[in-house]
């Protein structure tokens, strides 16, 4: 007979978090699933003892047991069987709710974390953790009652229904559970590590299926099919390895509760005969100390796993709470004030930042965007000017100096006031797989359907929405695939014309469109750029001729800061990457950034 073996010290403080911060809400519930657990095993430990009676009685030619013996047995295990049913529905009732609690906690925080922890790992990945590690954890959880709780109480009452049929013979039992917990232990300490090692690689696997299907055009272009098939073999049968390795070591479990069970069994067999043939005991103590010990059978096996079971769990509340208590480093300061509205100039004094302590990418930026104009970052890839934009909405903080928007820091006031006061326009654009009215709406939650065709038709997007089959109402697809390039972007200008904020950041937003959808999209920008403060990333140079500044970027520096006439001038860095693109082809006299008045 088996006892349940003796958690890993480490694993016990995470269920006790998962208690006080998950569970405890729950306690009513649970109390009464304890009392129904408890008349589960009270029940249980009355099979035998009713087995004993019956033989007994049957032994002493009692009629009377053939009455009254039946009704028991069926008020007995009426009462386990009701009591196991209501156990099982509200034990699940608890556990899908800290479940979905658990995942909308993590997707909270994901969301709300730094884009320096998001990069850490792909989307993929922290998919995986919604799906593989909560199947560990929800299994943990429903065990914990329908194994830990429950099948101890069957335990405790068989025990006992042992102990008070013979004492010795149960002591005699009892010697083969510490030849038998041991293994167990370390058996469970196996499957700690491997599945640790499991869910990684099944968020890596993830990643790598994840990239390869969403880069699957230039997988086609370049015949790389077979390159991204063989990664793909490689690392699902490295999962496969690690998933056998658990399987293997589970399996090891089954074995020892066995022989185990089968000494425990076979020792009672043989003292409880010889007593029962040498007339110190009856058919009844036989039948009904045997029956007892094989009823403890299957509870001491169910908890022999659960070690198992709970160390796969806990491998996966490591990783859930790991994630969960990294802090997010852009936070509001203690006592920030929202922004105070103004004409939006924006200051960088002495900034420097880094995205890794042995990467400089900005270094003693001093630049000052005057308000209501157009301030134009030019340079080579890799110059800054993307890092630098990235520091106005505190998508990234400072390393070094500071940056003002009115002169307030922008560390120093509440961050839903900054970021209200700028909009973003890239030539990535994010559209989410809901409607066009709802990606446009996004710029401003609460917008009205008459201030959201306003700025649909601002945006230049108001006439190819109308001739969608639902208008407004039509869904565009994950990433917005159902719609074209320049469809999507003027979907992402409608939402910065609601947004209506003083501070616009655009990120080269025609640079991937055709002629036509360029021209349309220019003509949306001069209007969405008219009075406010416009910080623009250009990488075509003939598209920042109309700039109020042009400032030129090299290795995380500004070296030079003018207007196109006076740069071209200078015969500086700026004309020397002019000369460049022309005699790389760009015409001379491309589409230029709309004037603004």
Do not use: C
């Not at 030849?179 to 599945?195: D, E, H, M, N």
């Not at 990664?231 to 022989?259: C, F, I, Q, S, Y």
Request: glycine residues 8%; proline residues 4%; without cysteine.
């Amino acid at each position: 007979m088996a006892r349940r073996p003796r958690l890993k010290t480490d694993t016990l403080p995470l269920i006790w978090r998962v208690w006080r911060e998950w569970l405890s809400p729950h306690r009513g519930t649970l109390a009464v699933v304890l009392v129904l657990i408890a008349l589960v095993g009270a029940a249980t430990g009355l099979y035998p003892m009713l087995i004993k009676s019956a033989f007994d009685a049957f032994d002493n030619k009692d009629i009377g047991a053939l009455a009254y013996g039946p009704l028991i047995v069926i008020a007995v295990t009426s009462v386990r069987g009701f009591a196991l049913f209501g156990q099982t529905v509200l034990t699940n009732r608890v556990v899908t709710r800290v479940e979905a609690d658990m995942q909308a906690a993590l997707y909270g925080h994901l969301i709300e974390s730094d884009l320096a922890q998001l990069a850490r790992e792909s989307p993929a990945a922290f998919t995986q953790r919604f799906t593989t590690d909560f199947a560990f954890i929800k299994e943990a959880l429903t065990r914990i009652s329908t194994v830990l709780l429950r099948d101890v109480a069957m335990l405790i009452g068989l025990v006992a229904a042992l102990i008070w049929m013979d004492p010795l013979l149960t002591l005699i039992a009892a010697v083969t559970v510490p030849f038998v917990a041991g293994p167990i232990g370390r058996i469970g300490k196996k499957l700690r590590r491997v599945s640790t090692t499991t869910q990684e690689q099944m968020g890596a696997t993830a990643s790598l299926i994840s990239e390869s299907l969403a880069g699957a055009r230039v997988a086609k272009t370049y015949a790389l099919e077979g390159y991204l098939k063989g990664r793909a073999a490689e690392a699902l049968e490295n999962v496969r390895r690690l998933k056998m390795k658990t399987a293997n070591a589970r399996g090891r479990l089954d074995p020892l509760l066995e022989v185990g069970g089968g000494v425990a069994v076979a020792a009672v067999l043989m003292l409880v005969g010889q007593r029962v043939m040498s007339g110190e005991r009856t058919v009844g103590d036989f039948t009904g100390y045997t029956a007892a010990l094989l009823l403890a059978a299957q509870p001491a096996r169910a908890l022999g796993t659960l070690n198992a079971i709970l160390q796969e769990a806990a491998a996966a509340l490591q990783r859930y709470f790991a994630l969960m208590d990294e802090a997010p480093r852009i936070r509001e300061a203690p006592g920030a004030t929202p922004l105070a509205a103004g004409p939006g100039e924006i200051r960088f004094e002495a900034v420097r930042f880094r995205y890794r302590e042995d990467v400089p990418a900005l270094e003693g930026i001093d630049l000052t965007v005057p308000a209501g104009r157009t301030t134009a970052l030019v340079g080579r890839s890799g110059s800054g000017k993307s890092s630098l934009l990235n520091l106005v909405p505190r998508l990234y903080d400072v390393t070094g100096g500071r940056v003002t928007i009115d002169g307030q820091d922008v560390r120093a006031v509440t961050i839903p006031s900054l970021r209200a006061a700028v909009a973003v326009v890239s030539q990535e654009v994010v559209l989410f797989d809901d409607t066009i009215a709802a990606n446009i709406g996004f710029g401003r939650p609460g917008a009205t359907e008459a201030e959201i065709e306003a700025a649909a038709r601002a945006a230049a997007a108001h006439d190819f929405i109308v001739r969608l089959p639902e208008g407004y109402g039509f869904r565009v697809g994950p990433a917005g695939g159902r719609l074209s390039g320049g469809e999507r972007q003027r979907i992402s200008l409608a939402r910065a014309f609601l947004k209506d904020a003083p501070i616009l950041l655009l990120d080269e937003a025609t640079s991937a469109l055709d002629s036509e959808s360029e021209r349309l999209v220019q003509g949306a920008l001069e209007r969405l750029m008219r009075g406010r403060t416009t910080l623009v990333i250009a990488h075509r140079l003939s598209t920042v001729r109309e700039a109020d500044q042009i400032v030129v970027m090299e290795a995380g520096r500004v070296v030079e800061t003018g207007t196109h006439a006076a740069l071209m001038a200078g015969a500086g860095t700026y004309a020397r990457l002019h000369r460049l693109q022309l005699s790389d082809g760009e015409p001379a006299h491309t589409e230029s950034l709309p004037a603004v008045p």
